[in-house]
């Protein structure tokens, strides 16, 4: 029982406000000292705990790049890669995102996409580029309305794509499960191709959605005064 006051550590440590890597470092010692683990054994467990779980690490190395990517303009680029393509619009180019994120993750692509590395800095930036040619600048509640629709894209995309391959630690895992459970035999084929009549009806109803976004952004922008309105309340804004 004396092991568990590490748990207690960390309780303490989190409600006074403490540094959680302090915190949860302070618990993971005091946890293997009172469990007599030698001061190597300690820093050994700390060691093979980081070597198996590196990957979640991955942002420390991903968030710069795309922040150094964002100051060089690539937000802009975006937006005038976008200009170009005169028929493209918002909707338009979110369900085609949709049905790009889906069906990569079908095959397992899972990590091409995703909030920081390709919403924020791309996704959304095309996405309100499209708005922009059409009506001008944007309000800033129309412009959080496409941002939180390019992001439900890619959620979307991925999480009903994703159960369509194989090889997917879901898949694994219910397999797993059911079978040391129940005592069958269930392939993660099986599972994968149930999940393609769920992927398809995702991507018709959200698809269907994102392609009414067009019309459903013109009302929104016609309400709040149109174009004129976005210019005057932003210049009121850079005056304050």
Request: net charge positive; glycine share 10%.
């Amino acid at each position: 029982m004396i092991v568990l006051l590490g748990v207690l550590v960390v309780i303490l440590g989190f409600a006074t406000r403490r540094n959680p890597l302090l915190v949860v470092g302070v618990a993971g010692i005091a946890t293997g000292l009172l469990g007599k683990l030698s001061p190597q054994e300690v820093l050994a467990a700390f060691g093979n705990g980081f070597a198996s779980s590196r990957s979640v690490t991955i942002f420390v190395i991903t968030l710069p790049v795309i922040g150094l990517l964002e100051r060089h303009g690539l937000q802009e680029q975006a937006r005038t890669l976008i200009g170009k393509l005169g028929k493209l619009t918002t909707g338009r180019f979110l369900a085609l995102y949709l049905a790009l994120r889906q069906l990569t993750a079908a095959f397992g692509l899972i990590s091409i996409g995703g909030p920081a590395q390709s919403v924020r800095p791309m996704v959304a930036p095309m996405a309100e580029g499209a708005a922009e040619r059409r009506h001008g600048p944007l309000p800033e509640k129309v412009r959080e309305r496409i941002r939180s629709y390019s992001a439900s894209s890619d959620t979307v995309g991925l999480f009903f794509g994703e159960d369509c391959f194989l090889a997917i630690g879901s898949i694994l895992l219910i397999t797993g499960f059911v079978n040391s459970t129940y005592h069958t035999h269930l392939e993660p084929l099986q599972l994968a191709l149930w999940a393609i009549p769920t992927a398809v009806c995702a991507f018709l109803i959200h698809g269907s959605r994102l392609l009414r976004l067009d019309r459903s952004l013109e009302s929104q922008i016609a309400a709040s005064g149109g174009p004129s309105a976005a210019v005057g309340s932003r210049a009121v804004e850079e005056a304050k």
